[in-house]
């Protein structure tokens, strides 16, 4: 089994400050304790100490002013939202004033996120000063609230600890995010605390990539506040994930979030696979598949729940499951499974009330008692099934059966308790959980949607680690071993961040960048059309102006460039020389892309990776392109990217066998660029960036490795 789990030889984190312990922790750990949503108080004591560990990162209170960004890299979604919670509780008894929490920009999962943590942090604060809650505030609705607080926390006797906390959350939508930034522009914010959570929703696609202008949305109101630490939170553990957020974000810390109470992937594909059931074959499209008998694979999974429902209600313990069947990517099977789901159960129910010699009721039993002997090798003892029949029968026949969608409330508000059969999935992909759940059966997505369901179906292992044995994940066969290659590379990814605790950010994308075995999956990872050729054969920079590390790169680029003598190219006005493979990936691994440019840079990276394990005496031809600097322009008012090589018009135009010509037919190419990039307003050229380096790699056919080896 590859688990993270922290040692004493392990780096410790940069600590800042002391942060102490006070009573909106300890009500907030009563509270979860007493919910369910943590098993006991010592499971509390670990995740408040992660969360003193994270806090300690941040700016200190009373700092003077200045921001600090820290990444935090989850198991799940359950695990980063439960540590959300707590770093703001701690933070409440340490004096901050503000806490900013940046939800999902879909309107439902906004309105779920703002519910779970009000209720959760509402819970801390029986005491008049406690928090007072905005919910995407505006400067017309809310401004006088905020001039409020602000005359209470400079006024009020006894200082922070006697002063309330303005708790806001606020929808990722650009409108949103701008009335916030109004808000808070209205007013001084000098000497106050903030702390800004971003639960990550919406952040990534298949590929690794990040959603256009994501770090441009925020610095209008990173900007409105003068003392602040940015988190941002993800479950996404894929190499082109953490790669694109270091290089768009680039945070003074990374740290991980350890699941005290809920289960990831990993705890299935690496450590207990006897979890995980293969489902053969998928329901073919195109007829009535309701017609067609269950398959026997979703009886099974019917059978393993309903009995761990039993076997906990039982024991006198609250019963709420929850049966997933995932149909995102394939709604035209939402009513086939509904049909057989509803068709079993009554069928079930029928039979467990006929007498004990009924032959149909007799290979019921005889169906449950193997689903029994498979229950209690994984998750310990059960009652005899003689004993559980009252239970079962009354559980299957109360189940309620949805079918959910992103719309509407949680699952968990449409029943206090029982068993809950849900049929759906995407409320997952916008980043929600379902409490209770303990087993899930995925239908086969279609090809287009692998990358999506490898993705986002890898969080919904938030399964309740007490309950780990009684859960179940049934996954279409052929997908099995990509989940496992899935899992095995997000624990390498883990345990690069969980070394470089407390160490430059840099070290850390440069040991991932150079580390093949953490990389994005290749098979389903799509590189974004326009970085490369249709052949693949060129990646170029189109965004080098927008990388979180400008004078970072040029440093970079400039000292690999002193290192070499150029020549004059023989056909060309271009420099030239030839550099041993090992240094180009050096400069490649340290180098920051852009985060749309992510994923197609780390396939290039990964080919030259092991084409050097192939031949290590192998060398790059490098090409100092010519002018220093060329002018190039965005391609829109509201497209950043450029156009790196010449257009092939103005090629022909010139003469110029053009920049695609600049290359080496049996070398790896690298071309380095100066840039000078411009935006074109009222016909005049308003600079972006006056030199920035911007890289360009052609790899001839005989080296390509081919996509998914």
């Not at 497209?639 to 695609?660: N, Q, W």
Request: net charge positive.
């Amino acid at each position: 089994m590859i688990r993270v789990t922290a040692q004493p030889t392990q780096p410790e984190p940069l600590t800042l400050w002391h942060v102490a312990r006070g009573g909106h922790g300890d009500r907030l750990g009563a509270h979860l304790v007493a919910s369910g949503a943590l098993d006991g108080p010592e499971t509390w004591e670990r995740v408040r100490e992660e969360a003193v560990r994270v806090l300690s990162q941040c700016l200190p209170p009373d700092a003077s002013p200045g921001h600090r960004t820290g990444l935090l890299l989850g198991y799940s979604q359950s695990s980063k939202r439960l540590s959300m919670t707590a770093v703001a509780a701690l933070a409440r008894d340490n004096g901050f004033q503000m806490v900013i929490a940046l939800t999902g920009a879909n309107e439902s999962h906004h309105a779920a996120a703002r519910r779970r943590l009000e209720r959760d942090l509402g819970a801390t604060s029986p005491e008049a000063a406690g928090w007072t809650f905005l919910g995407n505030p505006s400067l017309h609705r809310d401004g006088e609230e905020l001039g409020r607080q602000l005359d209470d926390w400079r006024t009020r006797p006894g200082g922070r600890s006697n002063s309330g906390c303005l708790f806001i959350t606020v929808s990722r939508h650009p409108v949103q995010l701008d009335q916030l930034a109004r808000l808070l522009r209205s007013r001084d914010l000098g000497s106050i605390d903030v702390l800004l959570l971003d639960d990550g929703s919406d952040g990534h696609d298949g590929s690794g990539s990040l959603p256009p202008g994501e770090a441009k949305t925020l610095e209008p109101l990173r900007a409105c506040l003068p003392r602040h630490t940015y988190l941002r939170y993800t479950a996404a553990a894929q190499a082109a994930c953490v790669l694109s957020l270091l290089d768009l974000f680039s945070p003074d810390f990374v740290d991980l979030i350890e699941s005290a109470s809920y289960c990831g992937g990993g705890d299935f594909f690496l450590g207990r696979g006897e979890l995980v059931r293969a489902i053969p074959a998928a329901p073919r499209s195109g007829h009535d598949v309701a017609a067609d008998a269950a398959p026997a694979s979703l009886l099974d999974a019917l059978r393993l729940f309903f009995l761990g429902v039993a076997a906990e209600l039982s024991s006198g313990k609250a019963a709420r499951r929850a049966l997933l069947v995932d149909t995102a990517g394939r709604p035209d099977l939402n009513g086939a499974f509904h049909t057989w789901i509803d068709r079993s159960r009554h069928e079930w129910t029928r039979l467990l009330q006929r007498p004990a010699g009924d032959v149909g009721r007799q290979e019921l039993l005889a169906a449950f008692a193997r689903s029994h002997v498979e229950l209690s090798a994984t998750g310990g003892a059960l009652p005899p099934l003689q004993d559980l029949l009252p239970a079962l029968a009354t559980e299957i026949s109360r189940s309620a059966l949805t079918e959910i969608d992103a719309q509407g409330d949680e699952p968990a508000a449409r029943s206090e308790g029982g068993a809950q059969l849900l049929i759906g999935g995407a409320k997952l992909a916008c980043g929600d959980s379902i409490p209770g759940l303990t087993v899930t059966y995925a239908a086969s997505p279609p090809a287009a949607n692998l990358a999506g369901l490898l993705k986002t179906r890898d969080r919904f292992f938030g399964y309740k680690r007490r309950r780990l044995g009684s859960c179940r994940a049934f996954l279409p066969e052929r997908l099995l071993p990509q989940f496992v290659d899935h899992a095995r590379r997000e624990e390498r990814v883990r345990q690069h961040v969980l070394a470089h605790r407390g160490r430059s950010t840099r070290d850390l994308r440069h040991a991932l960048s150079l580390d093949p075995g953490g990389s994005s999956l290749r098979p389903v990872a799509p590189v974004r059309p326009s970085l490369a050729a249709p052949t693949h054969a060129w990646f170029k920079q189109e965004a080098p102006h927008v990388a979180s590390s400008l004078e970072g790169n040029a440093r970079r680029v400039e000292a690999f460039l002193a290192r070499h003598r150029f020549s004059r190219h023989s056909r060309s006005p271009h420099g030239t020389a030839v550099v041993p493979i090992a240094e180009v990936i050096e400069l490649l691994g340290r180098f920051a892309f852009g985060p749309d440019e992510v994923p197609a840079a780390q396939g290039v990276l990964d080919q030259l990776v092991r084409s050097r394990g192939e031949r290590p005496d192998r060398s790059v031809a490098v090409f100092q392109m010519q002018p220093d600097p060329r002018t190039r322009a965005v391609r829109g008012r509201n497209d950043e990217t450029i156009a790196l090589h010449a257009s092939v018009g103005a090629v022909a135009e010139s003469g110029d066998p053009g920049d695609d010509a600049v290359r080496d037919p049996s070398r790896v190419t690298l071309q380095i660029h100066w840039v000078r990039v411009v935006r074109i307003e009222g016909g005049r050229e308003v600079v972006i960036a006056a030199r920035v380096p911007a890289l360009a790699l052609h790899v001839p056919r005989e080296l390509r490795v081919p996509r998914g080896t």
